[in-house]
């Protein structure tokens, strides 16, 4: 459920607008009660109060937020973020207003890294036909948020066994992949399932991308002015898991990007396979 009962509601009920009957006060009177409350019933009891909350501002949710987060006892500032991101509500507008409230606290922004919520990614799949991902798609623009304010913890980039990176592999989301690779994630989380995911697409340039480093930066040699192109060890070392998976897809080019430039040796069976 919604951190403010919002989610179990049709759809019909969604897009009812408040009753001409509740003036300014009397939202602000229930916000004020449910500040108090910190209810997950209460603004699903009928369609106007539910419709009340569902317009209630930035404001509101981030100090509904702040009450839900404390009301265990004092969390560090990582702890905090990590549950008040698990609510949809809980938006860029809404972490703006939630950051002064949570440093009036006296808390630690730079104490540890939070946990980044799987549901910004579990909807990602890939695009129909050849449309191709955009940098200004969701979830990107808010996580160029989260790892870029300085006013909260940073991210944990590999949260969830890598599933951040998972899923945009998943779904050819190239802009958030390159994204997250910039910000430290490992494809090697969960056995390297990020690549194996790869594989199975057949795909060689997401396969490399996940395994090269790409390095645009370039140093002097001997201050002659001349430049050169830094080479970067690989953040994964290919393996012969991964060789068998691409002969079993029977993803030949992968097959050969394994075997002969990163000199992958095969199981036996899988020589057998590459035999036929």
Same mark, same amino acid.
């Given at each position: ?36 409350? =910190?209810?997950? *019933? ?6 106007? +109060?539910?419709?009340?909350? $569902?317009?209630? @501002?930035?404001? /509101? ?58 549901? =910004?990614?579990? *909807? ?6 050849? +449309?191709?991902?955009?940098? $200004?798609?969701? @979830?990107?623009? /808010? ?134």
């Amino acid at each position: 459920m919604d951190v403010i009962g919002l989610e179990s509601l049709p759809v019909e009920v969604i897009i009812l607008p408040p009753s001409p009957g509740f003036r300014t006060e009397h939202h602000q009177l229930l916000y004020e009660v449910q500040l108090h409350a =910190l209810s997950e *019933s209460f603004p699903i009891t009928s369609r106007h +109060i539910y419709a009340v909350f $569902q317009l209630s @501002p930035a404001s /509101f949710r981030s100090q509904y937020l702040s009450g839900r987060a404390f009301a265990r006892g004092p969390q560090d500032m990582a702890s905090i973020f990590t549950k008040i991101l698990r609510y949809p509500i809980c938006t860029e507008e809404v972490v703006e207003h939630l950051v002064p409230l949570l440093a009036e606290r006296g808390l630690d922004v730079k104490a540890s890294r939070f946990d980044i919520p799987k549901r =910004l990614f579990r *909807s990602l799949a890939p695009k129909p036909g050849s +449309i191709r991902w955009k940098e $200004q798609e969701p @979830p990107l623009l /808010f996580l160029q948020y989260l790892f870029d304010s300085p006013g909260i913890p940073k991210p944990n980039v590999n949260s969830h066994g890598g599933y951040a990176l998972t899923k945009a592999v998943h779904a050819k989301f190239i802009p958030l992949i390159r994204f997250l690779l910039d910000y430290g994630a490992e494809p090697q989380c969960k056995n390297c399932l990020a690549i194996f995911v790869a594989i199975r697409q057949k795909d060689l340039a997401l396969v490399k991308l996940l395994i090269e480093r790409d390095d645009s930066s370039y140093t002097d040699c001997l201050g002659t002015g001349k430049r050169k192109r830094r080479k970067l060890e690989d953040r994964v070392v290919v393996n012969s898991a991964m060789l068998k998976a691409a002969v079993k897809c029977d993803a030949r080019d992968i097959v050969d990007y394994m075997a002969r430039e990163k000199g992958c040796i095969p199981y036996m069976q899988t020589l057998h396979m590459m035999a036929k």
